[in-house]
């Protein structure tokens, strides 16, 4: 049986990732993917820590499925965004994304 411990390295691990590529890449989808990775380290904290909790409880699992409901509604706008921009400037780069400026 794998320990708790494993699961919580490797989400921080998924999480770093995921911040760091918010943090450091300019482009629009990559900072995207980046919001991804960390939501699905979170998805990883809330079914282990279920899987080492209260097994006949549902509450880590239906909190995971809520927070894939979220991320998909994410990618859903935020792609769309992601193009409307493309779209009005080609760039999606995140530094010339100005467009709610005076």
Known sequence: MVP????LMLAAALFSVGLFGVLVRRNAIAILLGVELMLNAVNINLV???RYGDV???AGQVFAVIVFAVAAAEVAVGLALVI???RRRNTVVADELD???W
């Open 48 to 50: 282990a820590f279920w």
């Open 84 to 86: 409307s921009v493309y």
């Open 56 to 58: 006949t409880s549902m």
């Open 99 to 101: 467009m709610m400026k």
């Open 4 to 7: 708790l411990s494993w699961y």
